[in-house]
């Protein structure tokens, strides 16, 4: 079955750097959209960012824009999230998601456009 990991998470000052991981399993990794969500406690769910197959589009949040990277190796089955200087307010599980599709563009902005979700990993930024 359809397995998503995220891992990388974790306890970081403001201003520091996290890089999460996600590892795709049961799937052809390079036939889905990659997604990263969050959500923080008494929040709905919301989008981060998100990259085509091929790793050659991608589409972010305004808020993270500059701060955050998204990149996906498909060999590896894997897709990042390397996110720079980090502020309080981007603590939140961070959850990814995949979506088969094999659009060049993808405002999958919404948590229904996508097909998979993994367990999601704990960013913590204190202040």
């Known amino acids: 079955q359809v397995q998503l990991v995220e891992s990388g998470g974790g306890l970081v000052q403001a201003g520091g750097s996290l890089r999460l991981s996600c590892a795709a399993s049961g799937l052809t990794f390079s036939n889905y959209a990659m997604g990263w969500f969050r959500q923080a406690p008494g929040l709905e769910r919301e989008f981060v960012v998100a990259?085509?197959?091929?790793?050659?589009?991608?589409y972010y949040k305004d808020s993270v824009k500059g701060r955050f990277t998204i990149s996906r190796d498909n060999a590896k089955n894997t897709v990042y999230l390397q996110m720079n200087s980090l502020k309080p307010e981007d603590t939140a599980v961070y959850y990814c998601?995949?979506?088969?599709?094999?659009?060049?563009?993808?405002?999958?902005?919404?948590?229904?456009?996508?097909?998979?979700w993994g367990q999601g990993t704990q960013v913590t930024v204190s202040s």
């Open positions: 998601a995949a979506k088969r599709t094999s659009r060049r563009r993808v405002t999958l902005t919404t948590r229904y456009d996508y097909d998979y």
């Open positions: 990259i085509n197959w091929s790793g050659g589009s991608t």
